[in-house]
């Protein structure tokens, strides 16, 4: 069964440092998203993406983030300089066609820790 | 700003029992409601969808009723298994009119003891 895939599981980085969160959505799949989610607390909504460019965003998703498809596959998540509280575990998710309520599929996550 | 609440962080039962687990929300009325499960370390996973002119929804030993009146949302798994053990979130639009983004509760975690 198709799945969506993260990169790497685990990310080391150090407060200020730049990093790039790799995802692979499902191959025929329209719409992007990236949730996060800090331990112990809820899934948190970042942003979602939709015929290369940004469709909906919340106000966690500010200028030190961004989103790219930098090819027919890959979807990427970029904190520009990574705070502590960045620490969390990042879920890329895709669904087919967008429509409200269809099933959002979820990777497995990267667990970034920001020391 | 719409605010989802899981009454119990914690649920305990026998094997066998049927689990009930609660999800209310406020300050909006989105047109569909889902149930996801989450394993420690892992990605949600869709389990339900019910819309807001459903009332009850069923899937194999799962089944979700949808009240907009109360703003509430009921999940019961029959007939548990410890395999059933896990967080169970819910999800709702993060806009009620457009979009397609979920907020989540913070969830329910259900253990089956055997």
């Known amino acids: 069964e198709p799945e969506v895939t993260q990169t790497p599981s685990h990310q080391v980085t150090q407060m200020g440092q730049e990093v790039i969160l790799r995802c692979v959505p499902i191959s025929n799949h329209l719409y992007f998203y990236w949730y996060r989610q800090i331990l112990g607390q809820k899934v948190e909504f970042l942003v979602s993406f939709y015929n290369n460019e940004i469709s909906e965003k919340s106000e966690i998703f500010d200028d030190q983030f961004s989103v790219e498809r930098p090819d027919g596959s890959n979807f990427t998540l970029k904190i520009r300089s990574t705070k502590l509280e960045d620490s969390a575990m990042y879920f890329c998710a895709s669904s087919g066609q967008g429509a409200r309520g269809e099933t959002q599929y979820f990777g497995p996550g990267t667990r970034l820790l920001v020391l | 700003s719409q605010k989802i609440e899981q009454n119990s962080e914690a649920l305990n039962i026998q094997e066998g029992k049927t689990a009930t687990l609660t999800c209310n929300y406020t300050n909006y009325s989105p047109a569909y409601l889902q149930w996801y499960r989450q394993d420690p370390g892992r990605g949600p996973v869709f389990l339900l969808l019910?819309?807001?002119?459903?009332k009850e929804k069923r899937k194999e030993r799962l089944k979700v009723t949808f009240d907009t009146t109360l703003k509430q949302s009921l999940f019961h798994i029959t007939a548990s298994q410890p395999a059933d053990s896990a967080t169970y979130l819910c999800?709702?639009?993060?806009?009620?009119?457009?979009?397609?983004?979920?907020?989540f509760g913070k969830g329910t975690t259900l253990s089956v003891s055997s």
């Open positions: 999800a709702l639009p993060r806009l009620d009119q457009a979009g397609t983004a979920l907020i």
């Open positions: 019910i819309r807001e002119n459903e």
